[in-house]
C-alpha cells in the first residue's frame, strides 16, 4: 500500500511539473499564430478557459464517476481515456493535462465543437460557459494581446482530422446517376427524397464510400460518437464503423435510415443530422438526378417492372401463374344491347302480365263472394234491413267458420 502510494504521488508531481499556468495575451497569442485560429475565436477559446480552469492546463475537475481534464476541462465519458471509457478524440486523458494544448485544442475544436454544431448549431454550446458569458464578452479577452505582429517563432504543425483508419477497404467512387439508381431500385427507398440523399453523398464525402472525416465514416459521413463503434460492432446502428467504407452500402443506407428515423422524431425533418442539408440540399435538389431518368423518377408500382427485370424464382413464378391465368381464362361473350333489350322487355311483360292475372283472381273471388252473399235466403223474422244486431247474426251464422276469400 505504501508503495502504490509513492507511486500516486510521483505521478501527480510529474503532471504538476509538466503543467502550465497561461497568461491571457500568451494563450490568445498561441492559437493565433500556432494554430491558425481566427482572432474572434481566439477570445472564445480564451473565455472558455478562464472560466473552466483558469488557463491551467493540468486542472482536474469532476466527480467520483466522471472527470473533466485540462484547460478545456474535456470529459472523460466521451472523449478521452483512460481512466474514463471516451474514445472518441483518440487521446489519452493524462496528455489533456500536460503543457502542451495541441492535442486539447485538436479534441475541442475538431470532434466536441463539431458535433455540437451538427445538433445544436453552434459547437461552442457544448460548454456552459460559452452561453451564459463567452459569447458576448469574447471580445474584451483580445484586447491588448498585440496580435498585428507575428512572433519569428517556428509554427508546429497539427492534424486536424484523424488519421485515416488503418486498413485496406475496397472503396468506391459512385456516379450521381448511378447512386440515385441503386438507392431507388435497389434499396427502395423514397422516390421523392432521392435527390436530396445524392446531394447529400455530393457535399459529405463527394460520393466516395471510403471517405473519413471528423470521427465520420463513409458515403453519408456516419458519425462514430452515436451511431457505429470504432473497434467493433456497437452504438446506434450496431456496426463497426470500417464497415461504412467498403464499397458496398447496404449497411450505409441501413444505418442512414436509423439515423433519418430518429431525427424525424426528435426534430421533425431527419436531413436536419447532416449538417450539408440546412446549407445545400433543403430547397431545389432535382438539378441532381434530372439527366438520371428519361421520364423522370417512376412510381413504386411502375418501378417494380425495373427491379425484377430479372426475377427470383418465386417472383417468376407467381409472374408467370397471374399472366398464364389472364390468357387462358375463357371470358363470357358479352351480350348485344339488343339482346338486352328483348330480355328486359319480356320480363316487363311477364311482370304485368302476372300482375293483371293477380288482380283478375282478386276480382273473381271478390264477386264470387257478392253473388254468394245475394243468393243465400234469409228469413224475414230474423234478417231486417235497418237493425244492425240482425247482421251480425248473419254473418256469424254464415261465415263464422269461413274466410271471406279463400
Not at 503532471?15 to 490568445?28: G, M, P, T
Not at 453519408?220 to 470500417?242: H, N, P, T, V
Not at 438539378?287 to 427485370?309: A, S, T
Request: aromatic residues 12%; proline residues 3%.
Amino acid at each position: 500500500m505504501y508503495l502504490i502510494g509513492l507511486i500516486v504521488i510521483l505521478f501527480k508531481c510529474f503532471i504538476l511539473i509538466n503543467a502550465k499556468i497561461y497568461d491571457r495575451c500568451e494563450l490568445v497569442r498561441e492559437l493565433v499564430f500556432t494554430h491558425d485560429v481566427s482572432i474572434q475565436e481566439a477570445g472564445i477559446w480564451a473565455c472558455i478557459a478562464e472560466g473552466q480552469s483558469g488557463y491551467n492546463t493540468s486542472a482536474l475537475g469532476g466527480g467520483r464517476t466522471v472527470k473533466f481534464h485540462g484547460i478545456f476541462q474535456i470529459s472523460d465519458e466521451y472523449w478521452c481515456s483512460p481512466p474514463g471509457k471516451g474514445w472518441v478524440c483518440g487521446v489519452s486523458c493524462q496528455d489533456l493535462r500536460d503543457n502542451d494544448i495541441s492535442d486539447d485544442l485538436r479534441c475541442a475544436k475538431n470532434y466536441i465543437y463539431e458535433e455540437h454544431a451538427k445538433y445544436y448549431g453552434d459547437g461552442f454550446n457544448a460548454w456552459p460557459i460559452y452561453k451564459s458569458y463567452c459569447k458576448a464578452n469574447s471580445g474584451r479577452y483580445v484586447i491588448g494581446c498585440d496580435l498585428k505582429n507575428k512572433p519569428v517563432k517556428k509554427k508546429t504543425t497539427t492534424t486536424s482530422k484523424r488519421p485515416a483508419a488503418q486498413g485496406n477497404y475496397r472503396g468506391k467512387v459512385y456516379e450521381p446517376c448511378e447512386l440515385a439508381n441503386e438507392l431507388l431500385y435497389k434499396h427502395h427507398m423514397a422516390a421523392d427524397q432521392i435527390a436530396t440523399w445524392v446531394c447529400i453523398a455530393k457535399y459529405e464525402s463527394n460520393f466516395n464510400t471510403s471517405a473519413i472525416g471528423s470521427g465520420d465514416y463513409g458515403l453519408f459521413q456516419i458519425s462514430e460518437l452515436y451511431w457505429c463503434g470504432r473497434k467493433s460492432r456497437g452504438k446506434a446502428c450496431d456496426m463497426a464503423c470500417s464497415d461504412l467504407l467498403d464499397d458496398d452500402i447496404s449497411d450505409d443506407v441501413k444505418c442512414m435510415k436509423r439515423i433519418f428515423e430518429e431525427h424525424t422524431r426528435l426534430r421533425g425533418d431527419g436531413f436536419k443530422a447532416w449538417t450539408v442539408y440546412e446549407r445545400y440540399c433543403k430547397n431545389d435538389v432535382s438539378k441532381h438526378i434530372d439527366h438520371c431518368f428519361k421520364k423522370g423518377l417512376m412510381e413504386p408500382e411502375e418501378h417494380l417492372l425495373v427491379v425484377y427485370k430479372r426475377p427470383s424464382k418465386y417472383y417468376q413464378q407467381k409472374t408467370t401463374k397471374k399472366f398464364e391465368y389472364r390468357t387462358t381464362r375463357a371470358l363470357p361473350k358479352p351480350t348485344t344491347a339488343k339482346s338486352y333489350r328483348t330480355t328486359t322487355s319480356t320480363r316487363r311483360r311477364a311482370a304485368q302480365s302476372n300482375a293483371q292475372k293477380a288482380s283478375i283472381k282478386y276480382n273473381f273471388q271478390s264477386s264470387y263472394n257478392q253473388n254468394t252473399i245475394k243468393s243465400i235466403p234469409t228469413k224475414k223474422k230474423s234478417v231486417k234491413n235497418n237493425d244492425p244486431s240482425s247482421l251480425i247474426n248473419f254473418y256469424l251464422q254464415y261465415f263464422n267458420n269461413r274466410n271471406l276469400i279463400s
